[in-house]
């Protein structure tokens, strides 16, 4: 939407700075990054849903990412910045890749022995450290360090939510959603709630009922 919010601005400029795939850590990271440099007016900071369960990552599709903990008084803590990169330790790829990773042969035969899962080696994948819950709750505080970012800085902040087709087709947010948008809605910052809005269009007869239509 970002291409159709500058047409509407004929006097602004709209610069997207978004990535896909990231945590809600990630996208404040560069959300401040970003403005530092380019000293907008206003900062949206627009995540999909699901990326609040990101946060519970230190790996992520398996690459390092940075991450946040909380300590006993509900403080933020930074970890993994700078971002580690992955190596060819087989703490970081597993035994088999790290071994064999480089011959096309041990690929031919793991994929002709139907052992595509174990080659590729999943539990590499995302490394998790936090439950769904705390992962929430590192959101939940970010949100509230963008609340005094905006008060620090004078740049105003707007929340825009974004909603996975699932979510829209059960007709019902689910429960890290309402908690996030609780949290929003106590750090008094603007949000734009699109939830209503796709659900009604979901049930339309001209709208097929596609998850990643409604997406």
Excluded: M
């Excluded at 500058?6 to 401040?32: C, H, M, P």
């Excluded at 993994?80 to 790829?93: C, G, K, L």
């Excluded at 899962?117 to 992962?135: M, P, Y």
């Amino acid at each position: 939407y970002p291409a159709y919010l500058a047409s509407f601005l004929n006097n602004s400029e709209v610069i997207n700075a978004a990535y896909g795939g990231w945590g809600t850590d990630q996208i404040w990271l560069r959300a401040k990054d970003v403005a530092q440099r380019e000293k907008p007016h206003v900062l949206i900071i627009s995540p999909l849903t699901n990326d609040l369960l990101r946060n519970a990552f230190r790996r992520y599709g398996r690459a390092f990412k940075p991450h946040y903990s909380l300590d006993d008084d509900g403080e933020l803590n930074l970890f993994n910045v700078p971002v580690p990169r992955n190596s060819s330790a087989p703490r970081d790829i597993g035994w088999f890749q790290s071994l064999l990773g480089r011959f096309y042969i041990a690929t031919a035969i793991a994929n002709s022995l139907g052992l595509q899962e174990v080659w590729i080696n999943h539990n590499r994948l995302n490394d998790r450290i936090h439950t769904n819950e705390t992962a929430v709750s590192i959101g939940c505080a970010l949100v509230k360090e963008a609340k005094d970012w905006q008060i620090e800085t004078k740049v105003n902040v707007v929340f825009v939510l974004l909603y996975g087709g699932q979510e829209v087709l059960n007709g019902e947010r689910y429960w890290f959603t309402k908690q996030y948008v609780k949290c929003i809605e106590e750090a008094g910052l603007p949000l734009i709630d699109l939830y209503d809005t796709l659900l009604e269009r979901s049930k339309s007869k001209d709208f097929p009922a596609n998850t990643y239509r409604i997406w």
